[in-house]
């Protein structure tokens, strides 16, 4: 069973950063896709970025239009770990952001049902 733990969110400053942590455990190797998603307080759950790694290397990356430009994904493949960089942070990224995962390739990055496992989420909150 995939076993998924986000870690790094916290309280910062608007204009800030933050680094964002997914480990993922119990069966995640080869091809697999992982991905961010938040919820807003009374908002719905938002797609934020996703990768996906081909067992070597990644071979795709997507984010969502708000955090282009200002925030980066990654992984390391050998802790398999995946990595949300957040800078210039503002009030409105106030947010618990989700981690989840699916092995092999998504088919549709940006929708929560593209995804089999989900990680308990990590608080993110941008003062002004």
């Known amino acids: 069973q995939v076993q998924l733990a986000e870690s790094g969110g916290g309280l910062v400053q608007a204009g800030g950063s933050l680094r964002l942590s997914c480990a993922a455990s119990?069966?995640?190797?080869?091809?697999?896709?992982m991905g961010w998603f938040r919820r807003a307080p009374g908002k719905e759950r938002e797609f934020v970025a996703a990768?996906?790694?081909?067992?070597?290397?990644?071979?795709?990356?997507n984010y969502a239009d708000f955090v282009k430009g200002r925030s980066t994904i990654s992984g390391d493949n050998a802790k398999n770990t995946m990595y949300l960089e957040m800078n210039s942070l503002k009030p409105e990224d106030t947010a618990i952001y989700y981690c989840?995962?699916?092995?092999?390739?998504?088919?549709?990055?940006?929708?929560?049902?593209?995804?089999?496992?989900w990680g308990r989420g990590t608080q993110v909150t941008v003062s002004s």
């Open positions: 119990g069966g995640i190797f080869g091809s697999y896709s």
């Open positions: 990768i996906t790694w081909n067992g070597l290397y990644t071979t795709y990356k």
């Open positions: 989840a995962a699916r092995l092999g390739k998504l088919t549709r990055p940006s929708s929560s049902s593209d995804y089999d496992y």
